[in-house]
Antibody, heavy 122, light 107 residues
């Protein structure tokens, strides 16, 4: 059964870079039919797609975050990562990674990791 | 503001049927997927594509779509169905918005 697990610092200072890694187990990140996504949820608010990556490295980013966001993949470690620079308090959120299927009219995220809480504060 | 619009809250009596809706122009071209989220937990996919349920999702969950509106129907709602429900659909601009979420209360 495919599982995803986020890891990284829970506290980041304003203006610094938020870095998270998602380890994929129970399946290969090099599966040709899936992408690998990052999403987040600020406290008490809804879900926001940040971006996703194909195992070959092609990336897709939320236009509102594109200038600050980098998603990368390491197939040798079966993991992918997120870097968000110049963070502010508005980036405080639960960050999730998920497998993403994008096929013609069908698009979905499944499964999701359990989430990693990141707080931006000095 | 979200490109997908959901009612903020819906309630249903135990055992009755409830419909949660999602509106957006992208739904004319792309199927919506639906996610259930309980407090302190990650979202779980409950419906995707035309009307598909992942393994383990009860058959009381179903999906439908007409024009710019998609619906998630729970037939015979159970107490464990309480939670937040989010719709999601990509759009032709390359964006991947979620709806604002609907809080379902089972009375």
């Amino acid at each position: 059964q495919l599982q995803l697990h986020e890891s990284g610092p829970g506290l980041v200072k304003p203006s610094e870079t938020l870095s998270l890694t998602c380890l994929v187990s129970g399946g290969s990140i090099s599966n040709t039919i899936y992408y690998w996504a990052w999403l987040r949820q600020p406290p008490g608010k809804g879900l926001e797609w940040l971006g996703h990556i194909y195992f070959g490295g092609r990336t897709f980013y939320n236009s509102a975050l594109k200038s600050r966001l980098t998603i990368s993949v390491d197939t040798s470690k079966n993991q992918f990562s997120l870097n968000l620079n110049s963070v502010t308090a508005a980036d405080t959120a639960m960050y999730f990674c998920a497998r993403h299927k994008s096929l013609a009219r069908e698009n979905w995220f499944d499964p999701w990791g359990q989430g990693a809480q990141v707080t931006v504060s000095s | 503001s979200s490109k997908l619009t959901q009612d903020p809250a819906v309630s249903v009596a135990l055992g009755q049927t409830v419909r949660i809706t999602c509106q957006g122009d992208s739904l004319r071209n792309y199927y919506v997927s639906w996610y259930q989220q309980k407090p302190g937990q990650a979202p779980v996919l409950v419906i995707y594509g035309k009307n598909n349920r992942p393994p383990g999702i009860p058959d009381r969950f179903s999906g439908s779509s007409s024009g710019n509106t998609a619906s998630l129907t729970i037939s015979g709602a159970q107490a464990e169905d309480e939670g937040d429900y989010y719709c999601y659909s990509r759009d032709s601009s390359g964006d991947h918005p979620f709806g604002g979420g609907t809080k379902l209360t089972v009375l």
